[in-house]
């Protein structure tokens, strides 16, 4: 009878109306009788197992898969079928990559909720905020509405630690314009606009991640933190070099007068990294008009950035801030108990392109961290590969053939036979991918912090592209341990991944541990 007023309890009622008392006096009750395993799990459930490996073995999971199934049920999934140890549960993000459901248009996974939340996901805090902790930012109101008054911090931990799982919050870079106090704090653009990301100079910004995290880990036993920042610098972002943006040279940023101020500390012009960046503005644009320099798109891009060395030091200016977060977070956490761990994603596009990975040394990053997730999402991991050669063979290289540019791209990174241009959604990258990444990061960080490659399970492609099978789970994962890695996250969020593909994964791990 419990089983069924909880089922009918997630039917019926909106998840934002779903208190926390009423969650956790339900989940605590359907797990006492023991039908959430029998009555959810897709295949029969002989009890909590013991994770087959001593290695960090985690996935990535949002509020919303535990406010659907059940936090024991999830839980029990987890250690059965993914041989999973460690719980990154993500406790802040306005994102929908890391929270949320299924994103919209892509099919649900076999298990969960098959409503999509488009029109009532929101993001922010999962947690209960401590106001005390937030007095330096004008950024205090970021509790996620979703869910009520459900701390998912609180509903998860005590469950975790009962099958002795570790648990990570996440917590990452990504707002909404319209949360309160993001316009007072947000990146200014080339043309002084305000941006919807926040300026990592502004010292409201510096003053939210460190109270953020130090709420997370003073408020609750958990074991670390786990920092999300994808964003890039503005010559990356002028250029589109990434996997998912657009060319929008005239958006980057920032030329705040917090930025200006770091400037002049450290001796940099602003008139003239500015003027430097409508040049490369200028020069981009006229590359997607097809109106070729008469010396060329490569020798008019590198005669901008010989007139105006300003730009690589405006760029390197937002890494700086960038990792001084990092090194902020970890000393706010470190503070606090030594023991907690800290760990930084390391974004998919360093595994691809060459002007990035030049920006990122691994021993400065492992300075800072415990480990490092270092993305190497191979089924996806095609498409994207080819965003990135598209976008840079449109402006720098567009005097060379596309599949010229991937040939001397896949040279520059010493990458092995992975498929032509026009195949590259549709067949991914290789395990030897996943390998090779590894493998470098490994030596990169030679010993200082731990690697946990990110692998891709289920992460939402392109109509025509990869997409994910048990036995590609299965490689990636074996192919990463066998490369020599400290332990794996299994990525995006368990609510894009298939069961089949979960258990491909822990049968890797398991194997791999005997």
């Known amino acids: 009878m419990e089983f069924l007023q909880t089922t009918e309890l997630m039917k019926t009622k909106s998840p934002s109306r779903i208190p926390r008392r009423k969650f956790l006096q339900t989940t605590a009750r359907v797990a006492?009788?023991?039908?959430?395993?029998?009555?959810?799990?897709?295949?029969?459930?002989?009890?909590?197992?013991?994770?087959?490996?001593?290695?960090?073995?985690?996935?990535?999971?949002?509020?919303?898969?535990?406010?659907?199934?059940?936090?024991?049920?999830?839980?029990?999934?987890?250690?059965?079928?993914?041989?999973?140890?460690?719980?990154?549960?993500?406790?802040?993000?306005?994102?929908?990559?890391?929270?949320?459901?299924?994103?919209?248009?892509?099919?649900?996974?076999?298990?969960?909720?098959?409503?999509?939340?488009?029109?009532?996901?929101?993001?922010?805090?999962?947690?209960?905020?401590?106001?005390?902790?937030?007095?330096?930012?004008?950024?205090?109101?970021?509790?996620?509405?979703?869910?009520?008054?459900?701390?998912?911090?609180?509903?998860?931990?005590?469950?975790?630690k009962k099958r002795k799982m570790k648990l990570l919050c996440s917590i990452e870079d990504v707002f909404r314009s319209d949360v309160p106090g993001v316009k007072e704090v947000a990146e200014v653009d080339l043309q002084g606009r305000r941006t919807g990301t926040l300026c990592l100079f502004h010292p409201d910004v510096r003053a939210f991640w460190m109270g953020l995290a130090t709420d997370l880990c003073k408020s609750y036993d958990i074991d670390g933190i786990l920092f999300f920042n994808e964003r890039n610098g503005p010559l990356l972002n002028a250029l589109g070099t990434s996997h998912s943006q657009n060319i929008a040279s005239s958006r980057v940023t920032c030329f705040c007068e917090h930025h200006q101020k770091a400037a002049r500390e450290r001796g940099i012009n602003f008139a003239r990294a500015r003027q430097g960046f409508i040049r490369l503005d200028q020069f981009v644009q006229a590359a997607l008009k097809d109106e070729r320099p008469g010396d060329g798109y490569f020798v008019e891009f590198?005669?901008?950035?010989?007139?105006?060395?300003?730009?690589?030091?405006?760029?390197?200016?937002?890494?700086?801030?960038?990792?001084?977060?990092?090194?902020?977070?970890?000393?706010?956490?470190?503070?606090?108990?030594?023991?907690?761990?800290?760990?930084f994603h390391i974004e998919h596009v360093n595994s691809f392109n060459p002007i990035f990975r030049a920006t990122r040394r691994y021993d400065d990053l492992a300075q800072k961290a415990e480990f490092l997730k270092v993305v190497v999402y191979n089924n996806c991991g095609g498409e994207r590969y080819q965003r990135f050669i598209n976008n840079v063979a449109s402006t720098v290289f567009r005097d060379v053939p596309k599949e010229l540019v991937l040939q001397f791209n896949n040279k520059l990174l010493n990458y092995g036979d992975e498929a032509?241009?026009?195949?590259?959604?549709?067949?991914?990258?290789?395990?030897?991918?996943?390998?090779?990444?590894?493998?470098?990061?490994?030596?990169?960080?030679?010993?200082?912090?731990?690697?946990?490659?990110?692998?891709?399970?289920?992460?939402?492609?392109?109509?025509?592209?990869?997409?994910?099978?048990?036995?590609?789970?299965?490689?990636?994962?074996?192919?990463?341990?066998?490369?020599?890695?400290?332990?794996?996250?299994?990525?995006?969020?368990?609510?894009?991944?298939?069961?089949?593909?979960l258990e491909a994964a822990g049968r890797a791990v398991r194997e791999f541990a005997n």
């Open 302 to 343: 590198w005669r901008t950035l010989v007139e105006y060395p300003e730009i690589i030091l405006w760029d390197r200016l937002f890494d700086e801030a960038k990792h001084q977060v990092l090194a902020e977070v970890n000393q706010a956490v470190k503070s606090l108990r030594r023991n907690l761990q800290i760990g």
């Open 420 to 501: 032509t241009l026009n195949d590259l959604p549709a067949a991914g990258l290789s395990p030897d991918y996943v390998a090779r990444e590894t493998r470098r990061a490994l030596a990169g960080v030679a010993g200082k912090c731990k690697i946990l490659p990110g692998i891709d399970i289920g992460i939402p492609t392109g109509r025509s592209s990869r997409k994910a099978s048990p036995d590609d789970t299965y490689a990636a994962t074996r192919a990463a341990l066998e490369a020599g890695a400290d332990g794996l996250i299994f990525s995006r969020k368990y609510s894009e991944m298939r069961l089949a593909n």
């Open 32 to 160: 006492a009788t023991g039908a959430i395993g029998s009555a959810l799990l897709p295949s029969p459930v002989r009890g909590a197992e013991t994770p087959a490996s001593n290695r960090m073995i985690g996935i990535q999971v949002g509020a919303v898969s535990f406010v659907d199934e059940g936090v024991d049920n999830v839980l029990d999934i987890f250690v059965q079928k993914g041989a999973i140890n460690t719980v990154f549960l993500t406790t802040f993000t306005y994102g929908r990559g890391l929270a949320g459901r299924q994103i919209p248009g892509h099919p649900f996974p076999d298990h969960g909720s098959q409503e999509s939340d488009e029109k009532t996901f929101h993001g922010g805090n999962y947690a209960a905020p401590h106001p005390e902790f937030y007095r330096r930012s004008v950024l205090k109101e970021n509790r996620a509405p979703e869910h009520g008054d459900l701390d998912i911090v609180a509903a998860v931990l005590p469950a975790a």
